[in-house]
């Protein structure tokens, strides 16, 4: 019984963090990954603004702005905040709300839908304090159409305790040792997706490179990519312990090996299109002096997309935008061709060898900031929500310790100087820890895309 309660207050005290100094075995850990997810279904309704917030961020004004996703066939989003107020969103698919004003104390804020055939009514609730909000929001429905009361975290926190103590007595606490099967290199591999030229990415990265090296003690390889896919395939394969992923590339890559797993990105800085904080957004851009400057206007014009694998170049055009035309791309535009990156389909719009593209905010920031072009060269007819920052993702097949330092390398990156170039370069204010879960947006895109193309092939 002494042994019980030893481990359970141990577990409780390292809740939320990583365990260090305990034994971890590869299947054990596999296994709590597969149980976590086991049955979780994804959200209805999603808040992706403000949701990815990183290590928290103060509200210091209100009113405050929402937005988000909802693919199910609804007549409108509603909302309400139990401190007074309430109203319709903007939109439907790619909603957004303005003029949500926050009282003094807590403030529950609730968004719901009903489905237009099923009369299923949808649901998620926030509580957030004037001031500060609690993130992230969560999201809970049942499937006769009869909104759930939302689940308090601390539940599943005290179940997830109860599991790992008694994982923790029926192993033992154990010091955690060379020979337990965990890969410790002498060697970490580094990949970043294509975002610029090849050699330009790897002089921006060479801070950080040196700043994990110096963390971890090994000596640091760069795979240079030659596609979104090329990084997934190599992570999965284990030729790659650390990456930078397109949020859709890293959900393929989840999807094909459970072992990669996120754990920062980036805290972006204002840009001259893009919103400060760890999310951004896909853009329509046309040339500036061109007709087409509305949505409608680039009905059959010439379109370009970055990568299929790409979240902002490709899912979040083929469903978002797609469910807002209410047609295909391919029948909307006259044509449609991939550029293999976001700099690349800027140039073509600006040298007038395609009509529009789509791109993600923050790479559009980097090719002004090459000086190639202007913020004043385009037009701006189209935004989505607001997706989560390219996750950085290692292998869970990495010693803990390792992996622990990778983690710090990355969450204290703005505190080493020479990284300042770096963190300039990427135009982010510094690092901050995600999870998994956040990029469940992600998967929502994903599963809608799927649905999409299963009725493409019946018609």
């Known amino acids: 019984m002494k042994k019980f309660f030893l481990s359970f207050i141990i ?36 808040i992706t603004e403000p949701r990815f917030v990183g290590d928290g961020k103060i509200l210091k004004v209100s009113p405050i702005e929402l937005a988000g996703l909802t693919f199910n066939d609804i007549d409108a989003i509603y909302w309400t905040n139990n401190r007074g107020g309430s109203g319709i969103a903007e939109g439907t698919i790619n909603w957004r709300i303005r003029g949500v004003d926050l009282q003094p104390g807590n403030n529950t804020l609730t968004i719901s839908a009903k489905d237009r055939s099923t009369g299923r009514m949808y649901r998620t609730e926030s509580c957030s304090r004037c001031g500060r909000a609690k993130f992230p929001f969560k999201s809970v429905c049942d499937k006769h159409g009869k909104v759930c009361i939302m689940k308090k975290i601390i539940i599943s926190r005290l179940i997830i305790v109860f599991f790992v103590s ?62 979104y896919s090329s990084v997934v395939e190599a992570q999965v394969n284990g030729w790659v312990d650390v990456a930078v992923h397109g949020p859709f590339s890293y959900v393929i890559a989840h999807e094909k090996d459970p072992d990669i797993v996120v754990f920062a990105t980036y805290k972006k800085k204002q840009g001259y299109i893009s919103k400060s904080g760890p999310g951004y957004q896909s853009v329509i851009i046309t040339k500036k002096g061109s007709k087409y400057t509305t949505v409608e206007s680039i009905k059959g014009a010439t379109v370009v997309l970055t990568d299929p694998d790409s979240t902002s170049g490709n899912l979040v055009p083929r469903v978002v935008f797609v469910k807002e035309v209410g047609m295909p791309l391919e029948k909307y535009f006259k044509r449609v061709v991939y550029s293999g990156g976001h700099d690349l389909s800027i140039m073509a719009v600006y040298d007038g060898r395609i009509d529009c593209a789509f791109v993600a905010t923050h790479r559009f920031d980097n090719v002004i900031d090459r000086s190639v072009v202007k913020k004043e060269d385009f037009n701006y007819i189209w935004w989505s929500a607001t997706i989560p920052q390219d996750p950085f993702a290692y292998r869970m097949d990495l010693h803990p310790q390792l992996r622990e330092k990778i983690r710090r390398a990355f969450l204290t990156v703005h505190e080493e100087p020479t990284c300042q170039a770096w963190l300039d370069n990427v135009k982010a204010e510094k690092c901050v820890s995600m999870k998994d879960t956040d990029y469940d947006v992600i998967r929502l895109l994903n599963r809608a895309y799927e649905e999409v193309k299963s009725q493409n092939k019946k018609q």
């Open 11 to 46: 577990v409780i005290i390292a809740s939320g963090f990583a365990i260090s100094g305990c034994k971890e075995t590869r299947g054990g850990l596999k296994g709590s990954a597969v149980l976590k997810e086991a049955g979780r279904e994804l959200p209805d309704i999603v």
């Open 166 to 227: 008694t994982c923790l007595i029926l192993s033992g606490v154990r010091c955690i040792s060379a020979d337990d099967g965990w890969k410790d290199p002498d060697i970490l591999t580094f990949s970043i997706i294509p975002t610029e030229e090849t050699i330009q990415e790897l002089t921006i990265y060479k801070p950080l490179i040196d700043y994990l090296s110096k963390c971890t003690g090994k000596k640091i390889n760069f795979y240079m990519p030659a596609s």
